[in-house]
């Protein structure tokens, strides 16, 4: 006569001792051999997130200007040292928010000129008026080397001219 023999049904704790952990990790590249290759993964994305932290912070507080999209002209990079980081207060402390509204610091762009507060000045306009800024110097030498051709033409041919 032939027994058959069923399987218990396990339930609760019985059944989490019944299974085989291990098992299962290793078919993912969980198991104890892998523990080393994944120490040294997270070794190295470690130290790459913190050097991107370091590069982030020095790209912060650093007067080389890391990182800029568009390269700035030479003008503006002369007038750079004219413009300040502003700092905005906590919204919860009342006094530094009364303080930085009186000071005009909701007015204008976060980045603008010491003592002064220009709310219509725009990146289009800052570039029109340094094209306009040019175009006057380059009228100025102009007029200027003609007039001093003029001149020495004139002192050639004998007449007193100042």
């Known amino acids: 006569m032939i027994r058959k023999r069923?399987?218990?049904?396990?339930?609760?704790?019985?059944?989490?001792?019944?299974?085989d952990a291990d098992k299962y990790l290793k078919k993912i590249g969980l198991g104890k051999e892998d523990h080393h290759?994944?120490?040294?993964?997270?070794k190295a994305l470690?130290?790459?997130y913190t050097l991107f932290g370091v590069a982030w912070l020095y790209n912060e507080t650093s007067p080389l200007g890391w990182w800029t999209l568009k390269p700035r002209p030479k003008e503006e990079r002369?007038?750079?040292?004219l413009y300040e980081r502003r700092e905005f207060p906590y919204p919860g402390d009342a006094e530094a928010m009364?303080?930085?509204?009186?000071?005009g610091g909701m007015i204008g762009t976060t980045i603008g000129p010491k003592g002064i507060i220009e709310t219509d000045k725009d990146s289009y306009n800052y570039q029109?008026?340094?094209?306009?800024k040019k175009f006057e110097q380059e009228a100025m030498k102009l007029w200027l080397r003609m007039?001093?051709?003029?001149?020495s033409e004139l002192q050639e041919k004998g007449y007193d001219v100042e």
């Open 98 to 103: 009364e303080e930085f509204v009186a000071k």
């Open 147 to 151: 007039r001093n051709e003029v001149i």
């Open 78 to 81: 002369e007038l750079a040292h």
């Open 128 to 132: 029109k008026e340094m094209q306009n």
């Open 6 to 19: 069923y399987q218990e049904a396990r339930t609760g704790f019985q059944l989490l001792k019944s299974i």
């Open 37 to 42: 290759f994944w120490k040294q993964v997270g």
């Open 46 to 48: 470690l130290c790459t």
